[in-house]
Nanobody, 116 residues
Framework: QVQFVESGGGLVQPGGSLRLSCTVS????????MGWYRQTRGQQRELVAAISSGGTTNYADSMKGRFTISRDNAKNTVYLQMNSLKPEDTAVYYCRSALGSRTIYWGQGTQVTVSS
């Protein structure tokens, strides 16, 4: 059984920072690509950042330079450091594990609200 523990969300002011954490159990974490996706009410879920099993990262254009994804395989944890947050970053952020294109698991999501 694959389980996710996501944490680090909350309320921050514009320009502030948050660090999201996602710890995964029930799979061989080091073999999986990890990603963060977000979804606003009424919108499709979109890629925020992803990191491959080998450590290669990619980001959505709007997140480049502000967000950093990293992973600690010893802790089965992926992180998303979010800086210079904007109100439009407000969303539920979901952790995802993927092995190839057919083995995909999603976390429960954590709310990030950016507001003054």
């Amino acid at each position: 059984q694959v389980q996710f523990v996501e944490s680090g969300g909350g309320l921050v002011q514009p320009g502030g920072s948050l660090r999201l954490s996602c710890t995964v159990s029930g799979l061989t974490f080091s073999l999986y690509a990890m990603g963060w996706y977000r979804q606003t009410r009424g919108q499709q879920r979109e890629l925020v950042a992803a990191i491959s099993s080998g450590g290669t990262t990619n980001y959505a254009d709007s997140m480049k330079g502000r967000f950093t994804i990293s992973r600690d395989n010893a802790k089965n944890t992926v992180y998303l450091q979010m800086n210079s947050l904007k109100p439009e970053d407000t969303a539920v952020y979901y952790c995802r594990s993927a092995l190839g294109s057919r083995t995909i698991y999603w976390g429960q999501g954590t709310q990030v609200t950016v507001s003054s």
